[in-house]
Nanobody
């Protein structure tokens, strides 16, 4: 089983930056497809960015050009660099891990990001 722990959330003014980190337990991190999701007030959880084991990356249209996802397999960590933050980016951000051999996807506990205008 994979356990995920996020960190790096906080309160920032519009136009500011934050970097989220997600550390995974276990020895199969390099095989995992990793993603960042977010859930804002009254909204459904949505995919923000994803990176697979081969390094292919995808972003939601709303964050393209502002957010960057990356991974460090040596540190079992995936990052989300968020620049030019907007109030509409306010949400709880969740880390996600998927792998065909896992019975279900793994989720972190979430980290709050609040962007003030």
């Amino acid at each position: 089983q994979v356990q995920l722990v996020e960190s790096g959330g906080g309160l920032v003014q519009a136009g500011g930056s934050l970097r989220l980190s997600c550390v995974a337990s276990g020895s199969i991190f390099s095989k995992l497809a990793m993603g960042w999701y977010r859930q804002g007030p009254g909204n459904q959880r949505e995919l923000v960015a994803a990176i697979n084991s081969g390094g292919s990356i995808a972003y939601a249209d709303s964050v393209k050009g502002r957010f960057t996802i990356s991974r460090d397999n040596a540190k079992n960590t995936v990052y989300l660099q968020m620049n030019n933050l907007k109030p509409e980016d306010t949400a709880v951000y969740y880390c996600n891990a998927e792998y065909y051999a896992l019975p279900q996807a793994a989720w972190g506990q979430g980290t709050q990001v609040t962007v003030s205008s």
